[in-house]
């Protein structure tokens, strides 16, 4: 098969990249690298020895996205395309919807020109908002949000399954991805977030690698069994290897299905700063701050439909993750450095 990958030279697309060509399935990335570098893409075909067909463009330019779609036979897309900074998100909230849901719009105008009937979105836990209990489950509504980057994902989980209601030879499979940290094993393919990371684990791998001082806890006092937050922290490749199992699923299917990709056990920010000292041998010095406005104390999810109908589970330990982070960032201490754009 041929599968579009919007945002494919991103985090979490370069890994997925990998598994699709290592289950024999040919790629095209299309990525204006806004948020990261095309040595992610040559990396990817460094790691598997296949190319890919690469575009540099906006996924939001429709006469691009128009001759893409003419140029290749598509039989799924995966949506990776979009903002993901949620503090950012309440500052430039336009530049949040425009893009986000734009993406979406153009893709799926584009998918239905060319007759494409396929389509894995890059959703998220948060859209299940602040007024579910934990575990996450499918069946549960959706929330609200407190800021911009949340409301996105639930508009554009709206704009979905309106599309798939009113076409049924349509597939949606919406992924609700929880905290995904790691890298590729093999050190090449990390996470490479420009300017001061707001996710902890970069933060942690940068404090070790000795680019940042320390780490500062958002919030010692959340009832939760050491105070600090606790979140459903997952492997990359595991997640990668989820959209082969999506993939598969939206090629069997048709209407729109919704699956959490997460391992079901919540750790805490304390045991994660703790777990990646083991794995690494490296101390992380830590000041215990105020909390962060908008974070949740806990929230993991319920996976087990991904098992059930995907055939899909998280395999990988926290200490696979914490040493896959460490590897790729000391092999890599700036990232994918000078190439960044
Ligand atoms: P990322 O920023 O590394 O990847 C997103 C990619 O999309 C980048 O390569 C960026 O350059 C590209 N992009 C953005 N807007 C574009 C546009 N208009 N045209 C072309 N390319 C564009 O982020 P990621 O962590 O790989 O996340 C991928 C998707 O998964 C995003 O939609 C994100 O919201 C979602 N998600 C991420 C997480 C997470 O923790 N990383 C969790 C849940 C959901
Ligand atoms: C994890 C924990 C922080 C940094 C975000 C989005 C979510 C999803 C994944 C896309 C929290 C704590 C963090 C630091 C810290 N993305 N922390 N010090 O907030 O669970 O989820 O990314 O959809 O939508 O909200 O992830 O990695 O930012 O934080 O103490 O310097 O680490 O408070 O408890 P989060 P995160």
């Known amino acids: 098969m041929t599968i579009l990958l919007a945002g494919g030279a991103g985090y979490i697309g370069s890994h997925t990249a990998v598994s699709l060509l290592e289950a024999g ?39 691009a996205m128009t001759a893409i779609f003419a140029e290749n036979t598509i039989d799924c897309v995966i949506h990776f395309a979009g903002l993901k900074a949620v503090g950012e998100s309440g500052r430039v909230p336009l530049r949040y919807y425009r893009n986000n849901l734009d ?26 908002g602040d007024e579910n209990p934990v575990p996450y489950v499918e069946t549960m509504r959706r929330g609200g949000s407190s800021h911009p980057y949340g409301w996105t994902k639930i508009m554009m989980e709206q704009i979905f399954e309106d599309t798939a209601k009113a076409d049924s030879d349509l597939s949606v499979v919406l992924l609700r991805y929880f905290n995904p940290i790691g890298a590729h094993p ?12 707001n996710n902890l684990m970069p933060y942690i791998t940068q404090v070790a ?24 922290y ?43 000292e083991s794995a690494s041998g490296v101390a992380i010095p830590c000041t215990i701050g105020p909390r962060r406005p908008g974070d949740l104390p806990q929230f993991w999810a319920d996976p087990s439909k991904a098992e059930r109908v995907l055939g899909w589970k998280a395999r990988r330990s926290l ?9 790729w960032q000391r092999q890599n201490p700036m990232g994918y450095g000078e190439n960044k754009e």
């Open 209 to 232: 690698v000795g680019r940042r001082d320390r780490l500062t806890v958002f919030g010692g006092d959340y009832p939760t069994p050491d105070g600090t937050c606790r979140r459903d």
């Open 234 to 276: 997952l492997h990359i490749m595991d997640l990668a290897e989820g959209h082969l199992r999506a993939v598969e699923y939206a090629m069997a299917h048709t209407g729109t299905e919704v699956f959490n990709l997460g391992t079901g056990t919540p750790y805490s920010v304390l045991e994660i700063v703790h777990a990646f």
């Open 319 to 327: 200490e696979d993750m914490c040493r896959d982070s460490w590897n």
């Open 103 to 128: 993406t979406t719009l153009t893709l799926l105008e584009c998918m239905a020109a060319a007759g494409v009937k396929r389509i894995v979105f890059s959703s998220s836990a948060t859209v299940y």
């Open 25 to 63: 399935h040919d790629v095209v990335i299309v990525d204006n690298y806004i948020n990261s570098s095309p040595a992610a893409v040559d990396r990817v075909e460094e790691l598997t020895g296949r190319t890919v067909t690469r575009y540099r463009a906006d996924v939001t330019d429709k006469a």
């Open 186 to 197: 093999s050190g090449r393919l990390g996470e490479d977030p420009r300017g001061v990371p």
